[in-house]
């Protein structure tokens, strides 16, 4: 399995060649493009695009969720924006971080005071700033 990192630098390979979708679903057919957190997915599962990615988002969010090491590099994104993720109540009183909402949110919408989202380059810079970041924490300390 790869690490983290390396599914980060994958994620900007491929959305450097096939762009990125931002619209329904988490991916479209024609032409072939994915949301920013199904590529986390299909590249970090090394899996083809789930049938449900293209119809059905509720169940391609809970796919997504099922994944570990997509998880890990949506959050490590994440981490790496300005903002913080918003919370959803999972349960009365308890509420959970929801990382593929921030994620797939800043991807797809203009922030605040801007007229348009972020631009593919500034998507893949991010996403390259996420994996530096990994590779800096986890480091050898220099003796």
């Known amino acids: 399995m790869p690490s983290t990192a390396a599914v980060l630098c994958r994620m900007a390979e491929f959305i450097n060649i096939q762009g990125l979708h931002t619209g329904e679903q988490m991916a ?7 949301d920013i957190c199904a590529v986390a997915y299909i590249l970090a599962e090394d899996c083809q695009t789930p049938a449900e990615f293209y119809t059905d988002e509720s169940a391609s969010i809970r796919i997504i969720e099922c994944s570990a090491p997509a998880m890990q590099a949506i959050r490590a994104i994440s981490a790496a924006l ?20 921030h994620v797939c949110n800043w991807a797809a919408t203009p922030p605040v005071l801007a007229n348009r989202p972020p631009s593919v380059p500034e998507v893949i810079g991010r996403i390259l700033c996420a994996a530096d970041q990994i590779d800096a924490d986890t480091a050898p300390a220099a003796a």
């Open 82 to 101: 300005d903002t913080e993720p918003c919370e959803t109540e999972i349960a009365p009183g308890h509420a959970v971080p929801d990382y593929i909402e």
């Open 28 to 34: 479209v057919d024609n032409p072939w493009k994915l």
